[in-house]
């Protein structure tokens, strides 16, 4: 803020050249993250900005009232940014417009004090099963830990505050703060007062590489569903009913996040949790090795995720129509064990096998085009060794065939191969068919065993040492399989190694 002595000029800036709105709002964004002396002296001005930028309350979002203007988003994420600061503080917050998503109680139920312990060898969440209401103070202690974790109030960590599209929700509704390592003795002396604003499922996060140990003491707590294969005996009769407003279902290998109004006429999920474990079982068997160190895939539905329909990551994020029991088309509600198993013959649940595949991909052997192709190498084996479902016979495989006729005819060019993921899954599928899932394991085991210094650095180097490695472990020329595909055969020394290979 060189130019502008204090907040209030900037305001005063804004009123007179609305047009740099942009750089001007970014700036007294900033006044939220001031020492607790300044920014209680300047928070007005913000509030006063917030007034200029909205009229008629229209930077509030909700689903069925999206807020659309520019300047009526930035007021949005300024107020957002301003209750989220106040709830760590251990201010009472309460959010406007959170009805519609993540939701409020009728009547709040009555809360809780509980005492957990939580052990950890990896950087991970934690679920307590415990919920915190939208506007109350959460008391916390902590024991003495090697290393800070985190308490994190609602999984949904999209954050929306470079979006070009409508907020259907707040920008930032995830609260996240370090529980720093207590050095007094056995619980921190001074407990630890929090509220959020939006309200929300609580967790911990343990810390990276430490085997550690944390006792945790919460009050004003509401429980929550919470389902794993040890609470499976009362979950018809007990968990299902908890009041908190977000449930976690969690098998050995995945856990699900999705509001508990989709889970309370659930029967036992035991089944339909297997079969997701041994979802991602398959991509790990394939893969060689579990990149996530143990920790495990997490999936949360979201009303607004930050990128597209899903995307993946910890968690995956996925659309809130993905929690609905009614959904029966593709991709459709995550406890839907037959649709899992794609009894009915079609695409199953192709998108959440493909974002898994994406935590599963390594750059040695994904480039440009292929990014959302590698990634369903693992969706395709999962169909298959799960769904029993072979890859060439795939529908989503058999759509695909009309349009790779049509490139063959029209010449086989590479740029359009890497614009396509239908048509580029086709070889990769095709290799499957021939040569079996245990020729990709072969040569994903012979990738993760390259030297850093032997890894492919470019695009060029990553198609032929994909060429080079296929080729040396099914012991066949394969770089004219690729070549009909449209693949450029170049740094033909690279190639030597699969010259003499017969076709």
């Not at 689903?63 to 201010?91: F, Q, T, W, Y």
């Not at 590489?209 to 005996?233: C, E, G, M, R, W």
């Not at 191969?417 to 994903?444: E, H, M, P």
Request: proline share 6%.
């Amino acid at each position: 803020m060189a130019d502008y002595a204090k907040p209030s000029d900037l305001v005063s800036a804004i009123n007179k050249h609305p047009e740099k709105i942009n750089r001007l709002g970014g700036l007294i964004h900033n006044v939220v993250h001031l020492p607790e002396e300044l920014y209680i002296k300047h928070k007005p001005h913000v509030v006063e900005m917030i007034q200029k930028l909205s009229a008629d309350n229209d930077h509030i979002p909700t689903r069925s009232k999206p807020v659309e203007s520019h300047g009526a988003k930035k007021a949005a994420m300024l107020m957002c940014d301003i209750m989220i600061r106040d709830g760590l503080e251990g201010n009472v917050v309460l959010a406007e417009g959170i009805h519609e998503f993540p939701g409020t109680f009728e009547n709040t139920p009555e809360v809780q004090s509980i005492e957990l312990e939580f052990s950890s060898q990896t950087h991970k969440f934690h679920s307590t099963g415990c919920y915190l209401p939208a506007g109350t103070i959460m008391e916390l202690s902590w024991s003495k830990t090697k290393k800070p974790w985190n308490i994190i109030i609602g999984l949904h960590g999209d954050e929306l505050y470079n979006t070009d599209s409508k907020l259907r929700r707040w920008p930032k509704i995830r609260i996240k703060k370090e529980l720093k390592t207590n050095e007094l003795g056995n619980f921190s002396s001074t407990p630890l007062n929090i509220c959020s604003p939006f309200g929300g499922l609580i967790y911990l996060q343990s810390p990276k590489s430490t085997k550690d140990k944390l006792q945790l003491k919460l009050h004003n707590v509401v429980p929550a569903p919470i389902f794993t294969y040890k609470t499976a005996d009362t979950w018809e009769t007990v968990e299902r009913y908890k009041p908190g407003l977000w449930c976690d279902i969690i098998g050995d290998k995945i856990a699900l996040t999705l509001p508990s109004a989709s889970v309370r006429q659930l029967s036992d999920p035991t089944m339909t949790m297997k079969v997701w474990d041994s979802v991602v079982s398959a991509h790990i068997d394939l893969l060689g090795k579990d990149p996530s160190n143990g920790r495990g895939q997490w999936v949360v539905t979201d009303e607004q995720p930050s990128i597209g329909y899903m995307h993946s990551g910890y968690p995956i994020v996925t659309h809130l129509d993905m929690a609905d029991p009614n959904k029966i088309y593709e991709d459709c509600f995550l406890l839907s064990r037959d649709h899992i198993l794609n009894v009915n013959n079609r695409k199953g649940s192709w998108g959440m096998f493909h974002e898994l595949g994406h935590n599963f991909q390594d750059s040695m052997w994904t480039w440009g085009g292929t990014k959302e192709v590698t990634c369903n190498i693992f969706t395709l084996h999962a169909m298959d060794v799960v769904c029993n479902v072979k890859p060439w016979d795939h529908l989503w495989v058999r759509e695909k065939f009309e349009n790779a006729s049509n490139y063959l005819r029209e010449g086989a060019k590479y740029d359009k191969w890497c614009s396509n993921a239908g048509i580029a899954l086709l070889v990769y599928a095709q290799l499957a068919r021939d040569f079996g899932w245990g020729t990709y394991k072969s040569v994903f085991r012979t990738y993760d065993k390259l030297p850093k210094d032997k890894r492919p650095s470019n695009q060029q180097e990553k198609e032929n040492m994909w060429i080079q490695t296929f080729s040396n472990v099914v012991k066949r020329n394969l770089s004219l399989v690729f070549e009909f595909w449209g693949w450029p055969i170049r740094g033909l020394d690279d190639l030597k190694k699969v010259s003499s290979i017969p076709p």
